[in-house]
């Protein structure tokens, strides 16, 4: 019989541990490390007395990963290991996140082909709200563009065309406690975390468009980047910016759906 209780004293060990097994056989398989897992929930907001984890015993079988900021909430991610599926835990974690967020709105991301939990998602009250492309990029030659010291953050999303998903938002990047830089000048910039290759922000103010800066900016990040680049969760509904990753050489990598409960 497993209990539910929030993960208020949790390693990440564990978490990342029970994340990798509910996450194995995924279309892309996690892999996670004890400090990717941890950086990438940080970056989140993630609160462990607001999460929801499931137990057997004192192994963590399930779980859900949410994180606040204000009145909104976001999951960042919901898993239950192999060896304990069908038997409605995740239903149960969810459930009881819903009861106990103080939150107006709770945001959540799923692979496009997961219809099972899609399913359980709109049963729990969530509406699809955007469809969300994933790609990765490597550079194929190497481009240096200047480091900006203390990048205005406020300032590069405003030239932005359409609305960061949560993990891609100002105040995400502001809460990471792994190093990023921001790259770029006046007329444009690109954020990357060069640990891991994430890119949370890259835009180009209307004006300084078609001259080639977006795409110097990108390989430059990837320039910097330990690891090739990850441009997660970009608006299906931009074209244009597909258009300019494709030309960039960029790849696609999945589809996910964003849907909020409120």
């Known amino acids: 019989m497993t209990t539910i209780r929030n993960l208020t004293g949790v390693s990440f060990e564990a978490m990342t541990e029970a ?3 509910a996450f194995s056989d995924y279309n892309i398989p996690a892999r996670y490390t004890v400090d990717y897992l941890t ?3 940080t ?5 462990p007395d607001l999460a929801a ?4 015993g004192d192994r963590l079988v399930g779980f859900v990963f949410n994180c606040l900021d204000g009145a909104a909430a976001y999951n960042s991610g919901t898993g239950v290991v192999i060896s304990h599926r069908r038997r409605g835990i995740a239903r149960q974690l969810m459930q009881h996140s819903i009861d106990t967020l ?4 709770y945001v959540l991301e799923l692979i496009e082909s997961n219809e099972r939990a899609a399913a359980l998602y709109r049963e729990l009250g969530f509406v699809e709200t955007r469809k969300l492309q994933c790609w990765t990029y490597s550079a194929h030659e190497k481009t240096r563009i200047t480091e900006i010291a203390n990048g205005d953050l406020d300032l590069i999303r405003s030239w932005c065309d359409f ?5 891609n938002s100002v105040a995400s990047v502001r809460r990471a406690s792994e190093p990023y830089v921001v790259l770029g000048n006046e007329d444009g910039a690109a954020v990357v975390f060069t640990s891991n290759g994430d890119v949370p922000l890259l835009a180009v103010k209307r004006s300084a468009r078609r001259q080639g800066l977006g795409s110097r900016l990108l390989a430059a990040a990837a320039t910097r980047a330990n690891a090739p680049l990850r441009i997660l969760n970009i608006d299906e509904r931009e074209s244009g910016i597909a258009t300019f990753l494709e ?3 960029a790849q696609r990598t999945v589809r996910q759906l964003e849907m ?3």
């Open 39 to 41: 950086n990438l929930v």
């Open 102 to 105: 103080p939150a107006k709105r």
């Open 260 to 262: 909020v409960r409120t």
């Open 43 to 47: 970056r989140r907001g993630y609160r």
């Open 19 to 21: 994340f990798n097994d």
């Open 247 to 249: 030309r960039c050489g």
């Open 53 to 56: 984890g499931a137990f057997d």
């Open 163 to 167: 609305d960061p998903s949560w993990q």
